[in-house]
């Protein structure tokens, strides 16, 4: 744990939170930023800074904690659907750098849930770049 993390914090009960679940190895609490109606977070107990430090072991617990919950969204809210979200880094929204999974309820219900979409869907990108990305990254993996 870190001290100055609020998430440890809020693991440890020194910080408030609204708590929804704890397992041995995750908390969840709702978000206080929400971007929709039942937003809330998934973290691991031991910190871990992002999705490149994560144990393995920890990523998947909070996966699988993510799902259970999310599964209970649509019941318990109402919800239309879920998105799960992780941020890895600030250049991709990451603000508290203690690994955590958004789980967020989406509605059809605009006065519960005030997200957009961030790109535009169905727009075909440029596939020479694609296939240079993909060629790229299977080399990185040593995929060939």
């Known amino acids: 744990m870190s001290s100055a993390c609020i ?83 600030a250049e991709a929204w990451q603000s508290v750098f203690h690994f955590h999974m958004h789980v967020i309820p989406r509605y059809r219900d605009k006065d519960k849930d005030r997200l957009s979409l961030p790109f535009a869907p169905g727009v075909r990108g440029d596939q020479e770049l694609i296939g240079s990305l993909a060629a790229s990254m299977r080399e990185s993996l040593g995929e060939g």
């Open 7 to 89: 998430f440890c914090q809020i693991v440890a009960g020194d910080a408030p939170s609204a708590p929804i679940a704890e397992t041995e190895s995750t908390f969840a609490f709702m978000d206080i930023q929400p971007g929709s109606d039942g937003h809330l977070l998934v973290v691991p107990k031991r910190h871990s800074t992002d999705l490149r430090d994560i144990p393995a072991e920890d990523l998947s617990t909070v996966v699988l904690e993510s799902q259970r919950i999310a599964k209970h969204a649509f019941d318990a809210w109402g919800a239309d659907g879920v998105n799960l979200l992780n941020c890895c880094g």
